[in-house]
T-cell receptor, first 113, second 114 residues
Framework: GEDVEQSLFLSVREGDSSVINCTYTDSSSTYLYWYKQEPGAGLQLLTYIFSNMDMKQDQRLTVLLNKKDKHLSLRIADTQTGDSAIYFC?????????????FGTGTRLTIIP | GAGVSQSPRYKVTKRGQDVALRCDPI?????LYWYRQALGQGPEFLTYFNYEAQQDKSGLPNDRFSAERPEGSISTLTIQRTEQRDSAMYRC????????????FGPGTRLLVL
């Protein structure tokens, strides 16, 4: 079955690094994603990683994937107030042609000045 | 348009009324997905289309929910005889093939059933 889990809340001081964790259960997932949701806005794709990769870096964002443990993390370096949002991890259905995503419950990131 | 658009952005209706939610995907995107997001939860899959064909409707909660995409572009999600438990954010996403392995989401329609 498909189930994606995240912790609900994370508080980080401005300037520190934030690490948001996610676990998933479908070992056949091909792509895993991180989306950002700000109040009143849509879901913004931050980054994604293909399942044959261990790490992907994009400016302040680093994604780590431990496929053995089915664990995905998102590290945000030098966290800023604009990073306050809810972060969702999602896995893509592996069935060819059906790209539906299964999302976690989201982690609310709060920045402490 | 440049992105996915949805209308209306907010809809308040009385229990028992029908509602129609519209999604206008990114031009040229073959696939269109509908999700529902309850408060404090992540989005949950409802249904999806490739062109005008509905490929998977396994996420629709019951037969009061239906969706169509008659010309392979704009899609409408219809909820008949709305109930209070239908209150949620309804999100649409479109997906292009041949390159980006990502879905692009619209701003959503927040539905409140009184």
């Amino acid at each position: 079955g498909e189930d994606v889990e995240q912790s609900l809340f994370l508080s980080v001081r401005e300037g520190d690094s934030s690490v948001i964790n996610c676990t998933y259960t479908d070992s056949s997932s091909t792509y895993l994603y991180w989306y950002k949701q700000e109040p009143g806005a849509g879901l913004q794709l931050l980054t994604y990683i293909f399942s044959n990769m261990d790490m992907k870096q994009d400016q302040r964002l680093t994604v780590l994937l431990n496929k053995k443990d089915k664990h995905l993390s998102l590290r945000i370096a030098d966290t800023q107030t604009g990073d306050s949002a809810i972060y969702f991890c999602a896995e893509k259905n592996p069935n060819f042609g059906n790209e539906k995503l299964t999302f976690g419950t989201g982690t609310r990131l709060t920045i402490i000045p | 348009g440049a992105g996915v658009s949805q209308s209306p952005r907010y809809k308040v209706t009385k229990r028992g009324q029908d509602v129609a939610l519209r999604c206008d995907p990114i031009s040229g995107h073959v696939s269109l997905y509908w999700y529902r997001q309850a408060l404090g939860q992540g989005p949950e899959f409802l249904t999806y289309f490739n062109y005008e064909a509905q490929q998977d409707k396994s996420g629709l909660p019951n037969d009061r929910f239906s969706a169509e995409r008659p010309e392979g572009s704009i899609s409408t999600l219809t909820i008949q005889r709305t109930e209070q438990r239908d209150s949620a954010m309804y999100r649409c996403a479109s997906y292009g093939r041949g390159g980006q392995e990502t879905q692009y989401f619209g701003p959503g329609t927040r539905l409140l059933v009184l």
